[in-house]
Every structure is written in structure tokens, then in C-alpha cells.
């Protein structure tokens, strides 16, 4: 399995989750700065020239969202997604998507100061968005309970980056104690760990 990364990107997340599956894989990076992304080979693993992307064989796959649920169930025993038939996987599934689907184009309606109609927006609004998110962290520890999942490394991103680096999230109680456990899990310091190499061995 081969990991297409940059660092300080969406790339965060693949790297972290497959750090959490605790799978052997490979890393390359993609020069971003340098038209990385434009390149032939990069565009035949994904079309839309952007990291993460993944291949494992003969499957190739982009979205850090679709990469995160096939490490999951490439690491049945990382016990990072609930299995089929089990009835948490719906809200497994809401919340893995609800990231790409409504946190960041709601992030975007923020930071662009955009007004929409609520009824025709996919993510509603905004103060909806972060509501629902505040909702469904509150009885913690994550997303699904006592099981931390595939999903909390996808809403917990954008959770993390929204109060931290694009502070566009005025952090409730809630949001706050999840982002800190999160952080603190030996899989994500790890992530963080090889980004740090990563950015200190381009200079
Ligand atoms: N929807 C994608 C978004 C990926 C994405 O936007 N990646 C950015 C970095 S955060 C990128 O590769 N940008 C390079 C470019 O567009 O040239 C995902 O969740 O994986």
C-alpha cells in the first residue's frame, strides 16, 4: 500500500488513519509547490491532481474520506469501522461522510462570508452544521461511543483544523475535550511526528 502525501494538507488524515490501522505502508511525497500534482503519473492515480490518493495493488484511490474507509477494512482487526450488519454503522457512515459533505463546504459558506438558503445548501448552514457536530460529540469519548472509528479521524480533522489552524469553529466544551483526545492518541502524534521529518527534510 502506497500513501500520496504532502504535508500540511488533506493528506493529514490518510497518514493518521494509517497509522491508527497499524498496516505496513509506503509514503511519497508530492511536490505540490513544484507541479507534483500535475504530473502524468499522479494524475492516473487521481484525476483532480490532489493528495491524499492511495494505491494498493491494483486499486487506486483518492478522497481522504473513501481512503480512510478502505484502510478500515483493509485492517479488520484495527477495529476502526463496524463490521457489516452492525447497527453502528449508519452512524459510521453519516459521520465519515459528513465531513467532505457538510463540515468543509460549510467552512467555505464561513470563511467566504456566502449567503445561501438553508433549504438548498446540502449542509444547511454553518451554525447547523457546527450545532449537529457539537450534538453528536457531547457524550463522547468519540463519535460512536467508547470505539474510536475511521469517522473520528475524518470529523475530528476538521474539528481540529477548524478551532486551530483556520479558526472558523468557536470551540464548545464538547469540541474542545474531543479535539484533546484525539491529539493526545499515539497514532496521531505519529502522524505528526512524520510530517515534522517530512517538512525539516525539505529545509
Ligand atoms: N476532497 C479531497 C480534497 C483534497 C485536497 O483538496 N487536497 C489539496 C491539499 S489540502 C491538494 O492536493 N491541493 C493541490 C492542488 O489542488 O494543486 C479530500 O478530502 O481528499
Redesign the pocket.
Known amino acids: 500500500m502506497k500513501l500520496y502525501w ?1 504535508p ?4 493529514f ?2 497518514l493518521w488513519m494509517l497509522e491508527e490501522a497499524g498496516i505496513a505502508y509506503e509514503r511519497e511525497l ?1 511536490d ?1 509547490r513544484n507541479g507534483g ?2 504530473r502524468p503519473e499522479f494524475r492516473a492515480i487521481n484525476p ?6 492511495l494505491t494498493d495493488g491494483a486499486a487506486r484511490l ?6 480512510c474507509a478502505y484502510v478500515a477494512e483493509r485492517a479488520p482487526e484495527a477495529g476502526l469501522a463496524p463490521p457489516l450488519g452492525d447497527p453502528a454503522r449508519g452512524r459510521y457512515l453519516q459521520y465519515l461522510f459528513f ?2 459533505g457538510c463540515m ?1 463546504p460549510a467552512f467555505v459558506q464561513k470563511m467566504m462570508g456566502m449567503s445561501l438558503p438553508k433549504s438548498s445548501a446540502g449542509w444547511g448552514s454553518f451554525d447547523l452544521v457546527m450545532e449537529v457536530v457539537d450534538a453528536a460529540l457531547k457524550p463522547g469519548p468519540y463519535l460512536l461511543g467508547e470505539a474510536f472509528s475511521a469517522a473520528d479521524v475524518m470529523l475530528g480533522s476538521d474539528v481540529w483544523y477548524g478551532i486551530g489552524l483556520l479558526k472558523v469553529i468557536t470551540p464548545t466544551p464538547a469540541m474542545t475535550a474531543y479535539v484533546e483526545r484525539l491529539t493526545a492518541r499515539p497514532a496521531f502524534q505519529r502522524a505528526k511526528q512524520i510530517e515534522a521529518a517530512a517538512l525539516a527534510a525539505a529545509g
Open positions: 504532502a500540511h494538507t488533506r493528506a488524515r490518510a508530492v505540490l500534482q500535475d483532480m491532481g490532489k493528495v491524499p490518493a483518492a478522497e481522504s474520506a473513501a481512503i465531513s467532505s468543509e
